[in-house]
């Protein structure tokens, strides 16, 4: 089952996607984030991303370990 949480980007054009991981409170450091998405653990709109500088906009989907983040502006 997938749980589905929004992050509305208030303002802000992109939030780079280590930067979301933390801030919707899936990872508890920087650090953390960076390992799983060079790992290969994170996917952005259902595809694995490694970049952990993608900037992610309004209407994209990140998802990691069965939960999806949907991006709002």
């Keep these: ?29 920087g650090g953390e984030a960076k390992l799983l998405i060079v790992d290969g653990h994170v996917t952005v709109d259902g595809e ?12 994209q989907r990140v998802s990691w370990a069965g939960v999806d983040i949907e991006v709002l502006a």
């Design 1 to 29: 089952m997938t749980n589905t949480r929004e992050f509305h980007l208030e303002g802000q054009e992109f939030v780079l996607l280590q930067s979301l991981l933390q801030l919707a409170g899936l990872c508890g450091t």
């Design 48 to 59: 694995v991303e490694t970049r952990r500088g993608k900037k992610i906009r309004a209407g």
